[in-house]
């Protein structure tokens, strides 16, 4: 099944996203996660914006939620803020734990090192701070 294009709008501009649903092992718990993508004016011929979210604050059964355009317009804002693109052609612009979490807030989300089903994610640096 393909994933649905939604478009929300924050500015004056119109975005393009998409969200996916999959879920990640985390030192042996199954974390909900959640691949965002974001396109710019361009559509997909402009700089893509990627972010790859897991469930917080701890490890739960894996669920059928999905981001709300409430999240999707805060991982918008803070790529924008964090030197995103969207207007130039190509390329893509990934939101990480490492590079961006500490500006990173959506609540019941943090942000994660890029990670792909069936994965083992090593804990974001937030979670492990949550952890102590």
């Known amino acids: 099944m393909r994933a649905r294009l939604r478009q929300i709008h924050i500015d004056g501009h119109t975005f393009t996203w998409r969200a996916a649903l999959h879920h990640v092992q985390v030192d042996g718990f199954y ?14 011929n ?3 914006l990627e972010a790859d979210l897991m469930s917080a604050p701890g490890p739960y059964v894996v669920d059928n939620g999905y981001p709300t355009p409430a999240d999707v317009r805060a991982v918008i804002i803070c790529g924008l803020k964090s030197g995103w693109q969207p207007e130039q052609r ?5 939101l990480s734990d490492r590079e961006h979490g500490a500006t990173f807030t959506v609540p019941g989300f943090l942000l994660a090192d890029p990670v792909r ?5 090593q804990p974001t640096t937030h979670e492990a701070q949550q952890r102590g």
């Open 117 to 121: 089903p069936g994965e083992s994610a």
């Open 31 to 44: 974390h909900r996660a959640v691949y965002v993508r974001a396109w710019g004016a361009g559509g997909k």
């Open 90 to 94: 190509g390329g893509t612009f990934v």
């Open 46 to 48: 402009s700089q893509k």
